[in-house]
């Protein structure tokens, strides 16, 4: 077998001992059969087998576009493998490993600012925390709406999508609400162009926080780059390692500096406005310019969570502890902390907090660094297509 082939081969191997570690899988179903059948794996073996495939990478006779993409895949791979065998991997190193993201505590300083200019949008007595949490409750989603509202803007920016980008013809999504879940959204990608995107419904939604949910996980995010490379990189070019989509890779930063810039790469300034009118066809009153620049206010709190679990894996803080850090510096009840927390404490997700955060910073930079000539469609769409590691992003830039 090629690399490409083995390296699927050992992707499979990890859903063996780690359930979800195979976000998608696209290959061929004997493929996945015969690891189902093998004996079950000892993660001892994946890394050595990892440290074969990095080892043989420069002999495989790929261009050096796909070696770049396999070595770090593999490197997170073998990574992965030691700490199910057992090792003690730091925090920080592990995320290295993952990501090829080095991470740093934030500023208190930053969040201190940050609470500043939330404070200036929402003026009136009581404290910030007060009138924060009334802000966010004025915006929740009424659950019985939630499906019609998730529908209407799944609808409209597919509209957008389709024409700023291309889609292949008969992809779909479908929308499921769900409960008992660490996270807000999730796309399943089932191939043939068909996602299944499960909205958690544990806590309230708000109003003018799901277009940017909506275009995460579908239309221009995790559907659209499922769909695009499925169809130019597998089915035309036959690069078989994207038939698979590994959780705590490079890969899982690009994918979600990507769908968080789904709004801006749709849409663009004045989606407050935007959704405010699809919105307003379905009954619901909302502020979008206010949204709008509360969305740009609260962007200085970002790495709140990244620190929360450099707190709690890293700086052996208790839970409690973590929980209210969460609740001060992101200003949100209890509850809300703590469904956070289950996410930065699921052996699985615990280190995947560093894709949304330094995924964003170091993507968002990337797209507003492009030539004066380049629209951001012609950016992003890159972005979508092609097999991009963080490390090539910053090599870009520093050009």
């Given at each position: 077998m090629d690399v490409a082939t083995e390296y699927v081969q050992l992707?499979?191997?990890?859903?063996?001992?780690?359930?979800?570690?195979?976000?998608?899988?696209?290959?061929?179903?004997?493929?996945?059969g015969r690891v189902q059948d093998e004996p079950a794996p000892e993660p001892a073996a994946l890394a050595y087998r990892a440290r074969e495939l990095l080892a043989e990478l420069p002999s495989s006779g790929l261009p050096e576009a796909r070696t770049s993409y396999l070595r770090a895949q593999l490197t997170a791979l073998e990574c992965s493998a030691r700490k199910l065998a057992g090792h003690d991997v730091g925090f920080v190193d592990e995320v290295a490993a993952y990501f090829q993201v080095d991470i740093e505590q934030g500023s208190e300083q930053d969040y201190l600012a940050a609470h500043d200019e939330i404070a200036a949008l929402l003026p009136g007595p009581g404290s910030l925390v007060q009138r924060y949490a009334a802000h966010r409750k004025g915006d929740e989603c009424?659950?019985?709406?939630?499906?019609?509202?998730?529908?209407?803007?799944?609808?409209?920016?597919?509209?957008?999508?389709?024409?700023?980008?291309?889609?292949?013809?008969?992809?779909?999504?479908?929308?499921?609400?769900?409960?008992?879940?660490?996270?807000?959204?999730?796309?399943?990608?089932?191939?043939?162009y068909r996602s299944q995107v499960a909205i958690n419904a544990d806590l309230p939604h708000r109003l003018m926080q799901l277009p940017h949910l909506v275009a995460h996980e579908s239309y221009p995010g995790h559907h659209t780059e499922h769909c695009r490379k499925e169809r130019d990189l597998v089915e035309r070019d036959r690069h078989l390692e994207h038939t698979i989509f590994l959780v705590n890779t490079p890969e899982c930063l690009m994918a979600e500096g990507l769908a968080d810039l789904g709004v801006p790469a749709s849409v663009g300034d004045g989606w407050g406005r935007w959704a405010q009118e699809i919105l307003a066809d379905l009954g619901l009153r909302v502020d979008?310019?206010?949204?709008?620049?509360?969305?740009?206010?609260?962007?200085?709190?970002?790495?709140?969570?990244?620190?929360?679990?450099?707190?709690?894996?890293?700086?052996?803080?208790?839970?409690?502890?973590?929980?209210?850090?969460?609740?001060?510096?992101?200003?949100?009840?209890?509850?809300?902390?703590?469904?956070?927390?289950?996410?930065?404490?699921?052996?699985?997700?615990r280190a995947y907090t560093s894709t949304y955060v330094e995924g964003y910073r170091l993507l968002s930079t990337w797209l507003a660094a492009r030539p004066a000539s380049q629209s951001v469609a012609d950016r992003f769409v890159r972005l979508l297509d092609e097999p991009l590691i963080p490390a090539a992003i910053r090599a870009e830039l520093a050009a």
């Open positions: 992707g499979l191997r990890f859903d063996r001992i780690e359930e979800g570690f195979v976000d998608a899988y696209t290959g061929d179903p004997a493929l996945r009424p659950p019985g709406l939630l499906e019609a509202v998730v529908l209407a803007l799944s609808s409209a920016l597919r509209d957008k999508v389709r024409a700023d980008y291309g889609l292949p013809e008969g992809e779909t999504v479908q929308y499921d609400v769900v409960t008992d879940k660490p996270w807000s959204g999730f796309n399943y990608y089932l191939g043939g979008g310019e206010l949204a709008e620049r509360m969305a740009d206010a609260t962007a200085g709190l970002d790495r709140v969570r990244q620190d929360a679990a450099l707190m709690l894996h890293d700086r052996g803080a208790s839970a409690d502890e973590v929980a209210v850090f969460l609740q001060h510096w992101l200003l949100v009840p209890e509850e809300r902390a703590r469904q956070m927390l289950r996410f930065l404490s699921h052996p699985l997700w």
